[in-house]
């Protein structure tokens, strides 16, 4: 059964940058789409950024992340990453990975969460001088 494992998270200061990772086991992480969401204290669930199965290089980003994040696959380690630049206060909160139950899967440019079934445990990111 997949599962998924976050890491890369930590205290920061604003404008720095962190490179988070979810690393699955138990399945072949090349054939699903992945989405990474965060939540912060108080408020909603929100969508960041995905990434269609495969080699088919589509991404999705949330408006106010473009620029600022990238997502990227390492099939050999079976990772996808988020990697996060000038990072702000407000970017402060549990960062997730998930995957759709399904295969051969194309993201949606909205990345609603109701789309993704298997979570990881979050990693906390701080951004605080």
């Known amino acids: 059964q997949l599962q998924l494992v976050e890491s890369g998270g930590g205290l920061v200061q604003p404008g720095g940058s962190l490179r988070l990772s979810c690393t699955a086991s138990?399945?072949?992480?090349?054939?699903?789409?992945i989405g990474w969401f965060r939540q912060a204290p108080g408020k909603e669930r929100e969508g960041l950024s995905c990434?269609?199965?495969?080699?088919?290089?589509?991404?999705y980003y949330k408006e106010s992340m473009k620029g600022r994040f990238t997502i990227s696959r390492d099939i050999a380690k079976n990772t996808v990453y988020l990697r996060m630049n000038n990072l702000k206060p407000e970017d402060t909160a549990v960062y997730y990975c998930?995957?759709?139950?399904?295969?051969?899967?194309?993201?949606?440019?909205?990345?609603?969460?109701?789309?993704?079934?298997?979570w990881g445990q979050g990693t906390q990111v701080t951004v605080s001088s």
């Open positions: 998930a995957v759709p139950d399904r295969t051969y899967y194309f993201c949606s440019a909205r990345i609603p969460d109701y789309e993704y079934d298997i």
């Open positions: 990434i269609s199965y495969g080699d088919t290089n589509i991404t």
């Open positions: 138990g399945a072949t992480l090349d054939y699903y789409a």
